[in-house]
């Protein structure tokens, strides 16, 4: 980036945005959570409008819903008062499913799940650092932390558990198959990572706390590997195809590049297979992890997640 104009700006807003993600880690409760700030560094690092105002409206109104029913927004307060209440009809199931819904709309948003995924491929106009931490490790995965976080009010009710599972699987299968259509070498990795962020709420649905942590932590690290590594490549072709990203981005002129950026070549091809879950890498366990509790909640999701997986590994070859 020592040509662009906005350099100075450009650290400062990632010193912002790691703030806000501080935030949100540490926070213990819903109004603490730095969630509007997530969304506005991305615009002033990206510069576009974003879906997720839609989402985020939907958990104000999740957040307003549950302070009107609880008296709480403490999440100690809000598991304590949903293990005891809702299992002895002391809360209106129906509000509550709503509200809980309402609160996962904004997960949704925030981590590109259908159908408020179209964000996702447009914030790939971004500089490659930007798409390495954000849009791979930190704002996407911060949907999946806040599910994760609100997990012990969500397994209470078992039709929104079911919802999140499908709306994993659908995501898994959608980002799979767009990724095998693309040509933009950064827009086909950001189908890749939608697909991922899916087998985290399919894990999440199932009630798998754990796997979708660890895919998530093994995820991050994999696909920022592959998103410096695409920034790499793209840096190597301006001087061939001219700096336009419709031609420096774009696969179908890329090839032989294995003798002028080896180093690239090989960190690429790593945080390709571990993606692809080859074994021992660290992707394996975790994706093997999902696969396996996804089978004992139900068979169904386990079949379509498996087969989609297969799908995954085509669009990253």
């Known amino acids: 980036m020592s040509h662009d104009e906005g350099y100075l700006r450009f650290f400062v807003y990632i010193s912002f945005f790691n703030t806000s993600m501080l935030g949100l880690v540490t926070s213990s409760n819903l109004i ?18 974003v879906t997720n105002c839609v989402g985020d409206f939907g958990l104000l109104l999740g957040i307003l ?31 509550t499913t709503l509200c809980a819904f309402l609160l996962f709309l ?28 954000i849009h791979a490790a930190t704002m996407v995965a911060a949907g999946i932390f806040l599910l994760a976080r609100l997990l012990p009010l969500f397994i209470s009710l078992p039709l929104i558990m079911s919802f999140i599972s499908l709306v994993g699987t659908i995501t898994l299968f959608l980002g799979a ?20 962020l899916g087998y985290m709420m399919l894990a999440l649905g199932t009630g798998s706390y754990q796997a979708a942590l660890f895919h998530l932590i093994t995820h991050a690290y994999s696909k920022a590997l592959l998103f410096l590594g695409s920034g790499s490549v793209i840096h190597s072709m301006e001087p061939l195809v001219g700096y336009s990203p419709d031609r420096s981005q774009n696969m179908v002129l890329m090839g032989g590049l294995r003798k002028y950026i080896p180093i690239t070549r090989t960190t690429f091809l790593w945080g390709t297979l571990s993606l692809c879950g080859i074994p021992p890498l660290a992707c394996f366990w975790s994706k093997d992890e999902i696969l396996s509790n996804s089978w004992l909640y139900s068979p169904f999701f386990w079949n379509n997640s498996l087969l989609y997986s297969r799908i995954n590994c085509l669009s990253y070859l």
Request: net charge negative; charged share 10%.
């Open 177 to 196: 198959t767009l990724a095998l259509s693309q040509r933009d070498i950064k827009i086909s990795l950001a189908y890749s990572t939608m697909s991922q």
């Open 65 to 95: 819903g549950f302070f009107w029913i609880t008296g709480s927004l403490e999440f100690r307060d809000l598991f304590k008062i949903a293990n005891n209440w809702i299992p002895n009809n002391g809360i209106n199931s129906s509000l």
């Open 32 to 49: 603490q959570i730095f969630w509007e700030l997530v969304g506005m560094c991305s615009y002033l690092l990206i510069g576009f409008w």
């Open 106 to 133: 904004g997960v949704v948003a925030k981590s590109a799940q259908f159908p408020l995924h179209v964000w996702l491929p447009d914030a790939m106009e971004g500089p490659t650092p930007i798409s390495a931490l």
